[in-house]
């Protein structure tokens, strides 16, 4: 069984603390060597307490008694609080695998060009439309200068079982 961090933001992280999530599409990649039975270990975003708000995350994690402070947990108005004071919202990818509070076991993995991905799947997470999904996909994967959706590519389709709490045995 392999295990391997996975990045999740918004919106997909509050539908997966909600339950309402149980497909990722992902561009290939890392995650390709993946199948069925292995664990990805949820990366998601989060604030350090005012505390340790100016140390590393990994240096912060170390401290016994610092816990972060989920984005996903957090009001509309908790986070504007958090923001205002001065706080800023760390990047998944800065989690500390310390930190991380849920895994995803993997039920099954497919490749599939990304226009075919069924549009409740693409939605689930929270998007309004598929423009939005889109627009989001473009931000965070162009090539060479191009919009990745515009191109098609060739996605993985995960759909997942939510493993909240302790790690499973591994």
């Known amino acids: 069984m392999k295990v391997h961090p996975v990045s999740i933001r918004q919106p997909e992280i509050g539908a997966l603390v909600a339950d309402r999530l149980s497909v990722l599409i992902r561009p290939l990649g890392r995650l390709a060597v993946l199948g069925p039975g292995d664990l990805l ?51 998944t990818r800065e989690m500390p695998k310390a930190w991380h509070r849920q895994y995803l076991r993997i039920a099954a993995i497919d490749k599939l060009p990304l226009h075919e991905v069924a549009e409740a799947e693409l939605l689930a997470p929270g998007w309004r439309d598929v423009p939005e999904f889109a627009r989001r996909w473009n931000e965070t994967g162009m090539l060479s200068g191009a919009p990745v959706f515009a191109r098609n590519p060739i996605v993985l389709r995960i759909a997942f079982d939510r493993i909240a709490g302790p790690a499973p045995s591994i």
Not at 52 to 66: F, Q
Not at 68 to 77: E, G, K, M, Y
């Open 41 to 91: 270990w949820v990366r998601e975003p989060f604030f350090l307490p005012a505390k340790w708000a100016r140390l590393k995350p990994a240096v912060a994690a170390a401290m016994p008694e610092s816990t972060p402070i989920f984005a996903a947990d957090c009001s509309a108005r908790e986070l504007s609080t958090l923001a205002r004071s001065g706080r800023k919202c760390r990047m």
